[in-house]
């Protein structure tokens, strides 16, 4: 519904009749621009689109303010393009030794639930490294439900943000039981990563090791980690789910992807020196985030009134921005509704509005871990590729669901065939 009003408006401001207070879609580039750069300081990431995902990640690198920069000073480090790349190693070997355990399913023939098996995936990989190694496969297969479940639950706030909570909802109640189950995984982690503080820059390490002694640490730790967590595996699992429906929808991507493995991987291990060769392969994951950007909606609310573009936005006002409706906008992509790579051939991207495409945000808030999922993500698809031909059984067609992320709401439902030398 957004983007069709973004797109019948022709990227206009357009104001919704929701609520109490004033509530804008800001879609053209432009304006996406001044509020996540140009007066990001006056568009804060607070009100009743927050509220509810308040009672999961508390005060945190995801807040506004003082409390989110005193968290993304200290995480930042972590996140450069040069740090990231020193754990290319122990990623992709990590990468390797997960994605060899999918043999099962090919040598059984059984299909499996991509959604439930990229989290997963994601989970022993991506937030194994970031994680340094303190988040047990156990505690991970634990943490990954519960997300899920507050994900799927939230749904009903987002879309009634001003209903007071003295009102219950569906879904209030599995919400707070999903925080319960998420608390009592991590809250044990950060107790053991303060008694037993270790000099290793990982998430855990650098945030014991900033926080410690300041009064209140086990709650600080605890927000960043959960939010850190559900920023991280949420988006990066959603994302590689869509990738399967998205393949088996167009033969010829999914074929010039397969054969750009089969040429820069052969059959493997996947490493990290071939990461600046799977070129298509980048450019497929562009477009995917493209049509199906995990972080769907980036609520904001105007703290002083503004004038954008001859509009006057009150104080108070909700600004809504969401890539979904951006990246279909007609004056900015030709056939916004094709599955096209190409889109994001060298030279493209330079060619377009910067914040034409933002499936990352862009300014002061943009996404920390962006480097990390442009090295883990390659990495998982090549690795998969080089063993398997991933087969969709059933199913389709898949709508985005809105959720804590955008979802497929159907099942993703995979097979995998082995690979015969020459027969790809
Ligand atoms: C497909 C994968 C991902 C997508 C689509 C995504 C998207 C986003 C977006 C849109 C924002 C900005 C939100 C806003 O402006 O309100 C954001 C922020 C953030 N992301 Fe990601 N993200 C992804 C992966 C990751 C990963 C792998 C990590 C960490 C390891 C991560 C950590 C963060 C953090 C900490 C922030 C908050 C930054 C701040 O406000 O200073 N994200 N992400």
Not at 56 to 79: H, K, M, T, Y
Not at 196 to 225: K, M, T, Y
Not at 387 to 414: C, D, H, N
Request: glycine letters at 8%; aromatic letters at 8%.
């Amino acid at each position: 519904m957004l983007a069709e009003l973004g797109r019948q408006a022709s990227g206009e401001i357009v104001r919704l009749p929701a609520g109490p207070s004033p509530v804008y879609l800001f879609s053209h580039p432009d304006d996406v621009q001044h509020v996540l750069r140009g007066n990001w300081e006056n568009y804060r990431r607070q009100g009743m689109f927050w509220r509810p995902l308040q009672r999961l990640l508390g005060e945190s690198v995801l807040n506004d303010g003082a409390v989110w920069q005193s968290s993304r000073d200290i995480l930042q480090p972590l996140f450069t393009a040069r740090y990231v790349t020193t754990l290319a190693g122990e990623m992709a070997a990590t990468v390797d030794e997960r994605i060899g355990e999918l043999e099962g399913y090919a040598e059984s023939g059984h299909s499996f639930d991509a959604g439930e098996e990229m989290a997963d995936i994601v989970n022993e990989t991506v937030i194994k490294v970031l994680f340094g190694g303190r988040l047990s496969r156990e505690a991970g297969r634990r943490l990954s439900p519960a997300y899920d479940r507050a994900a799927r639950s939230i749904a009903f706030r987002l879309f009634m943000p001003f209903m007071p909570y003295s009102v219950r909802l569906p879904g209030d109640r599995a919400f707070m039981d999903a925080v319960e189950a998420i608390d009592d995984v991590v809250l044990p982690m950060v107790r053991g990563a303060l008694a037993h503080p270790r000099p290793g820059r990982d998430v855990f390490s650098v945030l014991c090791q900033a926080r410690q002694g300041q009064g209140n640490e086990e709650r600080q730790i605890r927000d960043d980690v959960v939010s850190v967590y559900g920023a991280a595996a949420e988006s990066t699992a959603t994302t590689l789910t869509w990738l399967w429906p998205l393949l088996d929808a167009h033969p010829q991507v999914a074929a010039r992807l397969s054969a750009e493995v089969e040429h820069v991987v052969g059959t493997g291990p996947v490493l990290p020196s071939h990461l600046p060769e799977l070129r298509y392969t980048k450019m497929v994951l562009q477009e995917l985030m493209r049509v199906r950007p995990a972080g769907w909606l980036f609520p904001r609310v105007a703290e002083r009134e503004d004038l954008v573009r001859g509009v006057p936005i009150e104080a108070g006002a909700q600004v809504l921005i969401t890539p979904y409706a951006t990246h279909r906008l007609d004056e900015f992509w030709d056939r916004p509704e094709d599955f096209d790579p190409e889109r994001f051939s060298p030279g493209e991207q330079e060619r377009r509005h910067r914040y034409a495409y933002f499936p990352f945000g862009g300014g002061p808030h943009q996404c920390l871990g962006r480097h990390l999922f442009h090295m883990a993500a390659p990495l998982i698809v090549a690795a998969i590729l080089s063993r398997f031909r991933p087969v969709l059984r059933g199913g389709g067609p898949f709508t985005p669901a809105p959720a804590g992320s955008l979802r497929p709401r159907e099942k993703v439902e995979l097979g995998l065939l082995p690979i015969r030398r020459g027969e790809r």
